[in-house]
């Protein structure tokens, strides 16, 4: 694998060929991170999947506001959580969105990981083909 750039991290790298990346937000919250997973599923076929977390902070508490337009806010806020859980319980979902940030550091860790990553996956592809075709062959000398 080529020497790891700024702005990545490989949280683990598994014997089946699955990878998990890591690239932070620029913002420094954790929770912004986004998650590439390069795996080969059950049925050999190879997928990068891409997650973060969403979270609903319409004018949370922690805001930056101070405290006393975060108390005289307090109504305004109520009902937008209302109106969100309203929309879970008589709807059934909540679609929201979340962005992640990337410096030009972050962007260059992202094609590391896309680049690495998906170097892995096809290696872990080719050898779940090749021990699919020996069971084959061990079945038909049976
Ligand atoms: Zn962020």
Same mark, same amino acid.
Do not use: R
């Given at each position: 694998?080529?020497? &790891? +750039? *700024? *702005? +990545?991290? &490989? +949280? $683990?790298?598994?014997e089946d060929g699955t990878t998990f990346w890591r690239i932070p937000c620029d913002c420094?919250?954790?929770?912004?991170?986004v998650h590439l997973w390069f795996e080969v599923d059950e049925d050999g076929i190879p997928a990068l999947r891409i997650t973060r977390e969403l #979270?609903?902070?319409a004018e949370s508490w922690y805001s930056s506001d101070p405290w006393f337009e975060r108390v005289g806010h307090w109504k305004d806020r109520m009902i937008k959580r209302f109106k969100a859980s309203m *929309? %879970?319980?008589?709807? #059934?979902?909540?679609?929201m969105d979340g962005e992640v940030c990337l410096s030009k550091? #972050? %962007?260059?860790g992202l094609q590391? $990981? &896309?680049t690495e990553g998906t170097k892995v996956m096809v290696k872990a592809e080719e050898s779940f083909a090749a021990k699919r075709k020996a069971e084959a062959e061990a079945k038909k000398d049976a």
């Open positions: 694998m080529a020497k &790891l +750039v *700024k *702005k +990545v991290m &490989l +949280v $683990a790298d598994y420094s919250d954790p929770d912004h991170d #979270g609903f902070y *929309k %879970i319980l008589f709807k #059934g979902y909540l679609t550091e #972050g %962007i260059e590391f $990981a &896309l």
